[in-house]
């Protein structure tokens, strides 16, 4: 596959990944090599990477806990902390080896140590190859609420090599099959057309797909580096996607969401609203229920939760000057931004959700 070469950095792919990474080691004559995992990638995605990596450079391991509970400030001091530790300086290089979590996070750590030092991504899940990675967000959660600290600042490279995925859950797959979902819902409905038989898809297909789905943000994002206006449509499906996450993430009694498993609830809520609100078919609305949960199943989401979710609303970062802004469909590749949603909507929403 053909690099993907944005304003701000190049995507490579599979095995083309390692020589231009191997070679931007070499010409930027860096200090020292950090890479940043969890204990999941440590284990089964860092030998592989090690093998194919070139350099003389001292290179250091730092390992954190993996999963959302631990995308903190307190986990970014500790990497601060031990970044300071082993002697890092402003030309060390962090190199981030996990999904969404680590290269959120990781972006987070290199762009605010001692104001700024280069890293890499690689994401090791779909989720992460297709969205986290991709596009200069990086940040950490703020308690139980989503992504409110962060810059944008971009990675060197973003390096997305496919064997990762064979490590990875189910789960985890159909997580980041979400934002897939979501880029052929937003932009395209020829490429939202590829999924509606998941069984007629092999590894290859899923390959082109992930590249297409790049592309998707690619453009995107470059059109509207700081989301001022068309990278708002990025967040279909999320202003209460990640209000459900949010709530679920901080309630005792309820197990956590992965983060697509909570934006297919949201994008199923949002073409609901949408069909009320922006004229998008009420049949391809049915449609795209019917298919989503033949996908994920249905999530319990009782009657007496949806004012708490509701509630959250107001932390969606698209918000400004008291509104919460919603991204909506008037057709599949023709999103509506900054949408004003009346809360009875949201409540009938749910309602079709539930029924």
Not at 31 to 44: M, R
Not at 65 to 75: R, Y
Request: charged share 25%.
């Amino acid at each position: 596959m053909d690099s993907i070469i944005t304003n701000e950095c190049t995507i490579h792919f599979n095995g083309a990944c390692y020589e231009p990474l191997n070679k931007h080691i070499k010409d930027n004559n860096f200090s020292k090599v950090f890479i940043l995992v969890d204990e999941n990638t440590h284990q089964y995605c860092l030998p592989y990477f090690l093998e194919r990596l070139e350099t003389d450079i001292v290179i250091e391991i730092i390992e954190i806990e993996s999963g959302e509970v631990n995308k903190t400030i307190d986990t970014c001091v500790g990497v601060w902390n031990t970044l300071s530790e082993l002697d890092a300086d402003r030309k060390s290089l962090l190199i981030n080896i996990g999904g969404g979590v680590i290269t959120d996070l990781g972006g987070f750590v290199a762009c605010t140590f001692k104001r700024g030092i280069s890293y890499i991504n690689i994401p090791t899940t779909l989720l992460s190859m297709v969205d986290a990675s991709v596009g200069g967000k990086t940040g950490v959660d703020l308690g139980h609420l989503k992504n409110q600290i962060g810059v944008i600042s971009n990675a060197d490279l973003v390096l997305i090599d496919t064997k990762f995925l064979n490590t990875l859950p189910q789960n985890q797959m159909r997580s980041g099959l979400a934002e897939m979902l979501k880029h052929g819902l937003i932009s395209d409905e020829a490429y939202w057309d590829k999924f509606k038989d998941l069984s007629k898809l092999n590894l290859d297909d899923l390959d082109v797909l992930i590249y297409e789905s790049v592309l998707i943000k690619k453009n995107v994002v470059e059109n509207d580096p700081f989301e001022d206006n068309q990278r708002k449509t990025l967040n279909f499906g999320h202003t209460l996607g990640h209000a459900i996450e949010s709530y679920f993430l901080s309630n005792p009694n309820k197990a956590a969401l992965l983060h697509g498993e909570a934006i297919i609830i949201g994008m199923i809520l949002a073409c609901y609203i949408s069909t009320k609100l922006a004229g998008f078919p009420k049949q391809t609305t049915i449609d795209i229920k019917n298919l989503f949960i033949s996908y994920y199943g249905k999530v319990k989401i009782d009657e007496n939760e949806y004012p708490a979710i509701i509630e959250l609303l107001k932390y969606d970062k698209k918000n400004n000057h008291g509104n919460i802004n919603f991204v909506l469909l008037e057709s599949i590749g023709t999103p509506k931004i900054d949408c004003l949603v009346d809360d009875k909507i949201i409540v009938d929403a749910f309602h079709f959700y539930d029924n």
